[in-house]
């Protein structure tokens, strides 16, 4: 077949890049190995837009064992036990078919753990949609928590955090990030680099079949209209096939049979056998009519491109090949050695006896293109004059109104489809500051939390990608865990597009800033360009997976008050900042002005100083705020302790608007017994932390001195109405 | 005691069992499903999970596997049965326990604590709630709708063979506390003899206060004393 300019363009290969690829090889080259090309160089597997920049991110810490450039990273837990982690992307397949996108989304970064040698303990996600009142709204939402709950209940891994958002710029392209977590010993981590000559090529897990070939393509470029004939790039998933090769590969991860391991996710056998070959320097050779293939005559190209899932591919050492195929026999899975290590530094592919492809590893991996994209600065939003009416609405009916909007309501419509307590270790579930899960037989745990705050990005770059990063330090703290290492998950969208690619880079600056800072590098994670359509991009959205590490469950706190006639104080100083709030959006749809600012100093110091208090067991409850500000943080304590507060704001110099719904960072609301007071107040003095006392806890009501008094059982169905009124259910 | 957690491809909360049975001094051995010979055993456990993928229907093809013949002579014996969730819609495909498990009422998975009334306390598995007969258990479940025409949920009634009941805090029995549409808020069931019991809530997921609770460990400590 000749390989025409339609067909270049059809595998989203740029004229230039193809003559690159004639230079590298020498040759032309066929359309197998067109198509690998397409499947390693595009943006989803090579990175090529983004890797200059990603290189800037703080990566180490004294508890890294495992950075980026692996399936997932790895921190150091204590005790010989090591947690793996990260978060990836299924943005593109979900817009196209919910239930499966989503599923698969799950399915891939279960694998990415368990290829580690880790049994995964627990996922999260964040997910966001368009307006609820747009058509598709409704059955993307719907579909992609069955989809999520579908995958993950089965095999029977706990979900413990996430968030679900709903903005116009996700209209045409929802956002779908899963994120694991897996638990194994420092001696037992296993690793993608092949080692030795001549060593068994192992396929391992389901069948080949003619799904999801080229998703990783598909989802490098923006939706057009005929976005749904991309039905067939989308995988399908077995999440029972998927629990067998977990329970298969641990099994047999228990001895040294194992030299390198990589799931066959993106871009299926071509990118797997490809990274294990050059990163370990070496060459592969596959007998292609040895791939377990679910349909009759498939060719060579379908089975490089296939996505088909649960799959998995192994070097292993010489003479463990008859024990390692009697565990996946046992499992009902397939087993089939498909080729060898060589020394060729090449990928060559045979295919009924005749060799189809023969490419040097080099041109697919460190030779794939790398771009320095054009980019342009945002300008920071002007702090014009506040909307004239906003002191005219009243706080009693703003609360309301924030607590009964999509974005803030309670999620529990959503979390009830996920399982929460399976494997017995879930002490936090979600809707608390963060999800803990304990490891397992000991008392201590880890916090696990995500976060995204796209409007803050989408005003302000820099100030919006170092508040998320800060938000997820925060969300750790405030259950009493040291925050270790993140991992990301950056949405944005064409990054071909100067504005966009700004976005981008100025997000990665205003990370970097403050992980550096924190000391709190990223380990692990993904890129998703070209999200939106040809006339819009979504907002930034960096996704931020953080995790901490509780010593002694012991010293764990909750969001929840725990008893009345306890002071409430605030930690951290309250400046009234309202532009970019859920006041100033929900209540009068005013949408302009700058984020507001982070000090990484105050954050830090107002952090560390409430972890402290945690840990010295001064503090009954802890709640960070964030959006909303003061009153909706007080709701969700109230609510989910079901104890009251009177609150009186202490001071006269900003307004009572500014005070309750102002956005300020780094603060906390802490709840302290009567007893425990002169002592945390000292220690806040010693560490020089702003605080204010603001109320106390009391039976049955909330309540804003000369404002308002409500009932907490009112209180509760106003932010559990959305979702029930929404999906038609009972109240 | 002697326990045995049968393992079909697919279970998934088979460690947790063990983990409470060990924690309750049962001794347990896992059994897998491809066995022909069930070691010997006081209690045999079917633990929840989505065996073989829940495909065909829940609890389907695992009824059919080489262990269960031996599981139904245990059972026949008088010898005792527990089967939590996956494991209630494998006995009643098995046809040890009557009735059927449809899906639930909102058609959606759900996972959250309810509260039960403990409606017979006379059985090996549920004695020692005499002391506290209104708890609360995590269900986590698809298919957990218990469906039995008019005979048979009489029948159930009139028997005492409903041993746990969906119920509000206080312990009323009402259509509000009733989470996935089962007749007469039926949460787990007894055969007529009483030694096996089939229950989607998983009390093996609370024995520890800092899960919130131990209102689980009161079932496992009941077997203890039978």
Redesign the interface.
Known sequence: MKITPKIIDKHGIKPDEYTKIINLIGREPNLLELGIFSAMWNEHCSYKSSRKYLRTLPTKNDKVIQGPGENAGVIDIEDNDALVFKIESHNHPSFIEPYQGAATGVGGILRDIFTMGARPIATLNSIHFGLPSHPKTKNLLSGVV?GI??YG????IPTVGGEVKFDSSYNENILVNAMAVGLTKKNKIFYSKAKGINKAVIYVGSKTGRDGIHGASMASAEFDDDSDEKKPTVQVG????E??LLEACLELMKDNSIISIQDMGAAGLTSSSVEMASKGDLGIEINLNKVPCREDKMTPYEIMLSESQERMLLIINSGKEENAKKIFTK??LDFSIIGNTTDTKKLVLNFNGEKVADLPLSSLSKDAPLYDRKWKKKLNLKKIEFPKNFRSKKIFESLKKILMSPNNSEK?WV?????????????QKPGGNSGVI?IHGKNKGVALTVDSSTHYCFANPIIGGKQVVCEAWRNLIAVGSNPIAITNCLNFGNPEDKKIMGQFVETIDGISQACTYLNFPVVSGNVSFYNGTKKNSISPTPTIGGVGLIKN?NDMVTKNFKESGNHILIIGKTLGHLYQSEFFRVILNFNEGPPPEINLFNEKNNGLAVLNLISKKLVNSVHDISSGGILIALSEMCISGNIGAIIKPPRNDIGLHEYLFGEDQSRYIIEVKEKNIKELIKILKENGIYFEKIGTTQNKNLEVDKEFKINLNELNLLSNYWFKNYFK?DL | MKSSVIVFPGSNCDRDIAVALEKFQIKNQMVWHDEINLPKSDLVVLPGGFSYGDYLRTGAIASKSKIINDVIKHGKNGGLILGICNGFQILIEIGLLPGVLLRNKKLRFLSKNVFLKVINIKNNFCSEYIKKDIIQLPIAHNEGNYFGNNNLIQKLEDNNLIAFKYCDKQGLIEENSNPNGSSNNIAGILNKEKNILGMMPHPERLIDPLLSGEDGSILFKSLLKS
Do not use: A, H
């Not at chain 1, 077995?238 to 096939?241: E, R, V």
């Open positions: 069955s709950g579908g209940n089965c095999i029977g077995d999440p029972f096939t629990k067998l499992w009902g529990s979390w009830e489809q996920y399982d929460q307590t399976v494997m017995g270790d879930t002490i304990r469950l259910e």
